[in-house]
């Protein structure tokens, strides 16, 4: 990662913004399905390992084991909290392509 200059009230502003989200994060309640496939996907980013770290745990959507539709459906799905607005927003940025760009060919 490239070092880039950073005002100190932005870099406070950072480090507080990160708090929060460890915070959010390291409380989360997981009491569903759901819940832990959001609090798996704060900690991991990664559908795979979600995926992987279920079959190892023997986690299953009732008696079928975890598929990648259903984790995809959850994260992108209606946000029931603030930590799953978050990942779903990140999601979205990170997989769905910019729908501002118009690629035009003449």
């Known amino acids: 990662m490239p070092h880039k200059l950073i005002t100190l ?5 950072e480090v507080e913004r990160l708090q929060n989200y460890i915070e959010l994060v390291e409380s989360y309640e997981v009491d569903t399905l759901d819940r832990w496939i959001i609090k798996m996907y704060a900690e991991t980013n990664s559908i795979k ?5 279920a079959e190892n745990n023997s986690i299953k959507n009732g008696e079928l084991a975890l598929e990648r539709e259903y984790v995809t459906n959850v994260i992108n799905g209606k946000t029931r909290d603030e930590l799953h607005r978050i990942l779903r927003l990140g999601y979205r940025q990170k997989y769905k392509p910019n729908k501002r760009r118009s690629y035009r060919f003449y």
């Open 9 to 13: 009230e932005k870099a406070k502003k």
């Open 49 to 53: 390992k979600i995926l992987e770290i």
